[in-house]
């Protein structure tokens, strides 16, 4: 069975701080993409990643790929309530997503 | 340059109605695809398409149809609403590896 498994699921946070969000994954499709959703928006691209050990960042968010692990990392440095919002990590598998569940991310001043 | 654009954006319906979903992109991508979001969940595939005159089932196709005559348009088809059929929907398109783009949602209740 096709899986992909966030964690956590939620995420309270306090601005300045450091935090991952954990993304498994069970197929050996290694694209993997990350995307931030605000509520009753739609979803906004974050990272591509297409191979191992790939890494992206922007700003203060850092994307990760480990196909040996299965894993995908998103990681925050020194948070600010504007990345406050749901990211979904999903899964390419022949131009279907697997999506996870999706992190609730709130970051208080 | 507009990207992908569904339409309606809100839309109540009646249980046994029908009803299609538009979805059109204009940035010549070859795949396209339709997902469902509820409430606390990742999203499902629906129904996808990798060119025209080709679609395939994803996840969750039941209720629902697609079709792919030209490039641009990717139609999803509700045949008979029901109530579990209440969701967010979202189109997609894609040119292979350098990610999705997304429209911007259609809100559906069927009541």
């Known amino acids: 069975e096709l899986k992909v498994e966030q964690n956590p699921l939620f995420l309270s946070m306090q601005e300045g701080k450091n935090y991952t969000i954990y993304c498994n994954y069970s197929t050996t499709s290694d694209r993997l993409y990350w995307y931030r959703q605000d509520p009753g928006k739609s979803l906004e691209s974050l990272f591509v990643l297409l191979s191992n050990g790939a890494v992206k960042q922007e700003g203060r968010l850092m994307a990760s790929l480990d196909t040996k692990a299965r894993l995908s990392t998103l990681h925050i440095t020194a948070a600010v309530h504007d990345l406050s919002a749901t990211y979904f990590c999903a899964q390419d598998s022949n131009y279907q997503l697997i999506w996870g569940a999706g992190t609730k991310l709130i970051i208080k001043p | 340059n507009a990207g992908v654009t569904q339409t309606p954006k809100f839309q109540v319906l009646k249980t046994g109605q029908s009803m299609t979903l538009q979805c059109a992109q204009d940035m010549n991508h070859e795949y396209m695809s339709w997902y469902r979001q509820d409430p606390g969940m990742g999203l499902r595939l629906i129904h996808y398409?990798?060119?025209?005159?080709i679609t395939d089932q994803g996840e969750v196709p039941n209720g629902y149809n697609v079709s792919r005559s030209t490039t641009e348009d990717f139609p999803l088809r509700l045949l008979s609403a029901a109530p579990s059929q209440t969701s967010v929907y979202f189109c997609?398109?894609?040119w292979g590896a350098g990610g999705y783009t997304f429209g911007s949602g259609t809100r559906l209740t069927v009541v």
């Open positions: 398409s990798v060119g025209a005159g």
């Open positions: 997609a398109s894609s």
